[in-house]
């Protein structure tokens, strides 16, 4: 079975950090291109960061551009998020899917896309 699992969120204080994981279970995540995604309560889902799958190439949202960085670990057949100082907006559920292996450039798609596989989410709450 494809499966994606995400684990890392909690709850931090502005300007703090956590890393997100996003492992997969059943399929080589190298040969994917793989997107971060969130949704706040009552607002709509949106990209945040990709990676592609053929020059790991990155793209973040301009809201987290040089705060999150994006990367893969192929030996963990894990990506990750990590997100420096964070901010009371960036508090929502983050979800990691993955593209087609035939989509190799993940950057037409960083906010929505063909995504085949979608973890179950992984809550980040940054408040005081």
């Known amino acids: 079975q494809l499966q994606l699992v995400e684990s890392g969120g909690g709850l931090v204080q502005p300007g703090g950090s956590l890393r997100l994981s996003c492992a997969a279970s059943?399929?080589?995540?190298?040969?994917?291109?793989i997107g971060w995604f969130r949704q706040a309560p009552g607002k709509e889902r949106e990209g945040v960061s990709c990676?592609?799958?053929?020059?790991?190439?990155?793209y973040y949202a301009d809201s987290v551009r040089g705060r999150f960085t994006i990367s893969r670990d192929n030996a963990k057949n894990t990506v990750y998020l990590q997100m420096n100082s964070l901010k009371p907006e960036d508090t929502a559920v983050y979800y990691c899917?993955?593209?087609?292996?035939?989509?190799?450039?993940?950057?037409?798609?960083?906010?929505?896309?063909?995504?085949?596989?979608w973890g179950q989410g992984t809550q980040v709450t940054v408040s005081s």
């Open positions: 990676i592609s799958s053929s020059d790991d190439r990155r």
């Open positions: 059943g399929f080589t995540l190298d040969y994917y291109a």
């Open positions: 899917a993955a593209l087609p292996p035939y989509i190799l450039y993940c950057g037409s798609y960083y906010n929505q896309g063909p995504y085949d596989y």
